[in-house]
C-alpha cells in the first residue's frame, strides 16, 4: 500500500506576511496523527522562514525548481545543496510551466534529478502532455519520452515522486476525468515496469495534478494508481488545501 502524498506548489504567489497566516490555518487544520505525507513549496525566497513555520509539525517543505550544478556562475539560479540548507526536504522538478513557459529542456531537466538526488533531497518529478498532443493521441508518447528524459536505473527511486500532471488541466478548473487519470497512471506504472524494476514501479507514488479541489479529489484519489496530489491554486486556500489532505486521508482508509 503506498502512503499517499499531497503537495502544495504555491508557484509565485503568496507574501510572507500571507504565507504565515496560510501556515498557521494548515496547523490548526491539519489531523494528528496525520497519515498521509504533506509538503508546502514556496518560491525560494520564502524557503526559510517556512521552515520555521513547519517545526514540530509533520508538514515537509519543498523548492518549486533547482539548477543541477554544484556551484558556479549562474547568476538567478540556485543549487540543490543550497535549497538542502535551508531545511527544505522536496524539489519539484518538470514543472510544465519550467518546460512551457521557461523554456526549459528535457535534457536540462532530466539533470536535475541526479542533482537533487545527490544532495539528500526528495524529487517530484512532474510530466504531462499538451492539449494537442492528447488531440493528437501522443499522450503516452509524450509521457513516455518525459520519463525517459528524467529516469535511469542507477537512481534512488525510494526519493522519487512522479506528478502526472496534464498540462490542459492546470489552472485552467479543467480536470481530467478519474478514467483518464487513471489511464495516464496505470500507463506510467507499467512504462517503469517495463523499463527499470518492477517493485520500485509498484511502490513509487504517482501524484496527479491539474485543477485539484476538494470536490473532485475523492474521486481522483480514489483510483488505484493515484497517490495523492500536486496541488497549485488550492494550495494557496487552506481550507481547500486540508479539504484535498481529508480526501487523501479518505482513500488511504
Ligand atoms: C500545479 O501547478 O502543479 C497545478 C496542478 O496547478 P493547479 O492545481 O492550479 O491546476
Redesign the pocket.
Known amino acids: 500500500m503506498r502512503k499517499p502524498f499531497v503537495a502544495g ?1 504555491w ?1 509565485m504567489n503568496l507574501n510572507l506576511a500571507e504565507c504565515r497566516e496560510l501556515m498557521a490555518a494548515l496547523r490548526k487544520g491539519l489531523p494528528d496523527p496525520l497519515p498521509i505525507d504533506v509538503a508546502v513549496c514556496p518560491p525560494f525566497a520564502l524557503l526559510f522562514p517556512i521552515q520555521g513555520e513547519v517545526d514540530g509539525t509533520p508538514i515537509k517543505v519543498g523548492a518549486q525548481n533547482l539548477y543541477p550544478e554544484p556551484k558556479g556562475a549562474f547568476t538567478g539560479e540556485i543549487s540543490a545543496t543550497q535549497i538542502r540548507d535551508t531545511g527544505a526536504t522536496y524539489v519539484i522538478i518538470g ?1 510544465s ?1 519550467r518546460r512551457h513557459v521557461i523554456g526549459e529542456t528535457g535534457e536540462l531537466i532530466g539533470r536535475k534529478i541526479p542533482a537533487a538526488l545527490k544532495a539528500g533531497l526528495e524529487v517530484i518529478y ?1 510530466v504531462g502532455e499538451k492539449i494537442e498532443e492528447r488531440e493528437a493521441g501522443r499522450t503516452e508518447a509524450v509521457v513516455a519520452e518525459q520519463l525517459n528524459h528524467g529516469l535511469t536505473e542507477d537512481l534512488d527511486w525510494s526519493r522519487l515522486t512522479i ?1 502526472y ?1 496534464p498540462v490542459w ?4 478548473g479543467k480536470t481530467a476525468t478519474p478514467e483518464q487519470a487513471q489511464e495516464a497512471h496505470a500507463f506510467i506504472r507499467q512504462e517503469l515496469a517495463a523499463r527499470y524494476n518492477a517493485e520500485w514501479a509498484d511502490r513509487i507514488r504517482i501524484q496527479y ?4 479541489k476538494p470536490d473532485n479529489a475523492d474521486a481522483l484519489m480514489s483510483c488505484p494508481d493515484v497517490d495523492g496530489a ?5 494550495s494557496l486556500k487552506a481550507g481547500d488545501f486540508l479539504g484535498i489532505i481529508q480526501a487523501a486521508i479518505r482513500s488511504a482508509s
Open positions: 506548489n508557484k514543472h510551466e512532474c506528478a500532471e488541466a492546470i489552472g485552467t495534478g491539474g485543477s485539484v500536486l496541488v497549485g491554486g488550492a
